[in-house]
């Protein structure tokens, strides 16, 4: 069973950072892409940013020039480093992998932003 574990939320003022990490049960190079989401409360859950298994990176536009996605294979982790937090990032953070066609997701991690 195929497990994906965030840590690092929690509360930071406007204008803080904070790095979001993804722990995988798998071989992290197994899925086809890796990705961050967030769902905010009443709205639809949007992705963030991703990365495929040959290191191509999509942002979405808020998070450009603001959040940087990586990962670390032989720790099996996913980051999610966000600089320059304002109160509309506060969500709720997913983390996704897909193998083939089978997407797994974490259980996610609160980040609010106060301001």
């Known amino acids: 069973q195929v497990q994906l574990v965030e840590s690092g939320g929690g509360l930071v003022q406007a204008g803080g950072s904070l790095r979001l990490s993804c722990r995988v049960s798998d071989n992290i190079f197994n899925f086809n892409v890796m990705g961050w989401y967030r769902q905010a409360p009443g709205q639809q859950r949007e992705l963030v940013a991703n990365i495929n298994v040959g290191g191509v990176i999509n942002y979405a536009d808020f998070a450009k020039g603001r959040f940087t996605i990586s990962r670390d294979g032989a720790k099996r982790t996913m980051y999610l480093q966000m600089s320059r937090l304002q109160p509309g990032d506060t969500a709720v953070y997913y983390c996704?992998?897909?193998?083939?066609?089978?997407?797994?997701w974490g259980q996610g991690t609160q980040v609010t932003v106060s301001s």
């Open positions: 996704k992998g897909k193998i083939l066609r089978r997407d797994y």
